[in-house]
């Protein structure tokens, strides 16, 4: 395996008596998305602070790159898109990117192509001041990219974008991650990233309550696979019997079952193929994990 593009160990970052991050670790390896989720409070933004360089940790190590945050061959190696961009109002969005591509010495002759990226070809020679947050989310997107930096730090990067800019987004992280960046990224937006990222790192209360992809996280949590079955009229009782599980109304039915029993459940309704009408397969989602880990730390935390 390559050493990762960013290695966090053992991190702990105290603010007095407050503990904001405890003994926290993981690693992003090129061409990976992870996606860091977490209440507010729970730690995100000081774990992104110290990445950069602009928090000394109490404890702990990182990695970027192979180098210490905040010198410059870090600052080289890392980009960052906060929730909220500004850019000078009265320059243009070409300008933005002429000015950054100059203080990280990247060719100016890719300006257009990162416009075009992020859809804001048509508005390239407008003034930023007249963008909507959108646009300038998208600008701060490609701003980002300047340079094909080794790691991408996103905070709530969708922030301000409609479900198509979204999508297009994503696409955007997609190719960065498959030319070999790494990317973390911070979002409350669970449902939006749960197909989006290739791990998940969950925080609560400073501590990483889990880390690992949407299968592991789910098999880890014990969380059921539940099947939704639609019988036709006046079948329902009789699947029930059979099968348990429980009635939602007069023809319909939902059981749990592990992931590794849905296959033979599937089976024996199978058997039943000329009373039903329908089945859906739900598979437990990034917001049934997360609320999952939640309510363990919660509980930990009362003991």
Not at 192 to 198: A, F, G, L, N, V
Not at 215 to 241: C, F, K, N
Not at 252 to 280: F, N, S, W, Y
């Amino acid at each position: 395996m390559t050493d990762p593009i960013l290695d966090i160990r053992n991190l702990s970052v105290s603010f007095g008596r407050l503990r904001a991050l405890d003994d926290v670790s993981f690693m992003v390896a090129a061409g990976e998305r992870l996606a860091l989720i977490g209440h507010n409070g729970a730690g995100k933004s000081t774990l992104f602070k110290a990445v950069l360089g602009f928090l000394s940790p109490k404890a702990g190590a990182i990695s970027v790159a192979g180098h210490i945050p905040g010198t410059d061959a870090a600052r080289i190696a890392i980009t960052y898109l906060p929730e909220v961009v500004a850019f000078p109002r009265s320059l243009s969005g070409r300008e933005v990117l002429a000015y950054f591509s100059g203080l990280r010495n990247a060719p100016k002759a890719q300006i257009s192509d990162l416009l075009d990226r992020v859809g804001l070809t048509e508005a390239a020679d407008r003034a930023v001041g007249t963008y909507s947050k959108g646009m300038r989310q998208r600008l701060g997107l490609a701003q980002a990219l300047i340079g094909a930096p080794r790691l991408l730090l996103l905070d709530e990067p969708t922030s301000g974008l409609d479900p198509v800019s979204r999508h297009d987004f994503y696409e955007v992280i997609a190719e960065a991650a498959a030319r070999g960046a790494a990317v973390l990224l911070s979002s409350h937006g669970l449902e939006e990233i749960q197909s989006r990222t290739d791990r998940v790192a969950i925080l609560s209360g400073g501590s990483l309550r889990a880390v690992g992809t949407m299968e592991d996280l789910a098999r880890e949590a014990a969380l059921p696979t539940t099947i939704r079955v639609t019988a036709l009229q006046g079948e329902a009782d009789r699947l029930h019997s059979e099968l348990g599980g429980r009635r939602l109304n007069g023809c319909r039915l939902e059981i749990d079952c592990t992931p590794e029993a849905k296959l033979a459940l599937l089976a024996r309704l199978g058997t039943h193929r000329d009373v039903l009408q329908d089945i859906d397969v739900a598979a437990p989602g990034l917001d049934d994990i997360y609320r999952h880990h939640s309510r363990r730390s919660d509980m930990e935390e009362s003991e």
